[in-house]
């Protein structure tokens, strides 16, 4: 079946640049998406790239996939305190049901 | 604005009794899901509609049901048969659609002591 695997944690020092990574299987995948959790509260999507793309930039993120490899990575630019959150990788393959990763806690000290 | 509300935002129960997580949505839209959140588990569907009236289980449905008598409501019981009730629940609605993504509601904190 469909699999979405991330790291679990990543720690920066603010003002760094943070890259989260994401790898899928499921090559039917046609969009991909990255939510942010914010401590108790529920998920935000963040941005989402269709698989006919290499890259989408929106202000300070970066998403780049990697359509052969199945990968998928976010980078946040000058990253910032209230970015220390929960981020999620998510894939639409063959339902309109996402996938999700299981979520890279993003900490970020002074 | 719409956007999907989740009620109450903390629940305590005893062992042995139901409880109904609420779950109302004002974005019109058709199918409405159920995860449950464990800390490093990520998300697990409960259940989904995708129409009033009708349901389908997710991957852990086992000690859980649901109803969907309004496009607006999808309310989770967690009945005593489920045994680690313990966790944070999230609902969501979306156009059931390949290029729509979820949203969220805030969730509830349900904790079975």
């Known amino acids: 079946g469909e699999d979405v695997e991330q790291s679990l944690f990543l720690s920066v020092r603010e003002g760094d640049s943070s890259v989260i990574n994401c790898t899928y299987t499921?090559?039917?995948?046609?969009?991909l998406y990255w939510y942010k959790q914010e401590p108790g509260a529920g998920l935000q999507l963040l941005t989402y790239?269709?698989?006919?793309?290499d890259m989408k930039q929106d202000q300070r993120l970066t998403v780049l996939l990697n359509k052969k490899d199945k990968h998928l990575s976010l980078r946040i630019a000058d990253t910032q305190t209230g970015d220390s959150a929960i981020y999620f990788c998510?894939?639409?393959?063959?339902?309109?049901?996402?996938?999700f990763g299981r979520g890279t806690s993003l900490i970020v000290h002074p | 604005d719409g956007g999907i509300t989740q009620s109450p935002k903390y629940l305590f129960r005893k062992e042995g009794q139901n409880v109904t997580l609420s779950c109302e949505q004002n974005?019109?839209?058709?199918?409405m899901y159920w995860y449950r959140q464990d800390p490093g588990q990520g998300l697990r569907l409960i259940y989904y509609?995708?129409?009033?009236?009708?349901?389908q289980k997710g991957d852990i449905a086992e000690g859980y049901s649901v109803s969907r008598e309004k496009k607006e409501s999808f309310p989770l019981t967690v009945t005593s048969a489920q045994k680690n009730p313990t966790a944070f629940y999230l609902c969501?609605?979306?156009?059931?659609?390949?290029?729509?993504?979820?949203?969220f509601g805030n969730g509830t904190r349900l904790t079975v002591t």
């Open positions: 790239i269709f698989s006919n793309m």
């Open positions: 998510a894939e639409n393959g063959g339902s309109y049901i996402p996938t």
């Open positions: 499921d090559s039917s995948s046609t969009y």
């Open positions: 974005l019109n839209h058709d199918a």
């Open positions: 509609s995708q129409i009033v009236n009708d349901f």
């Open positions: 969501a609605s979306s156009i059931p659609a390949r290029d729509s993504p979820l949203h």
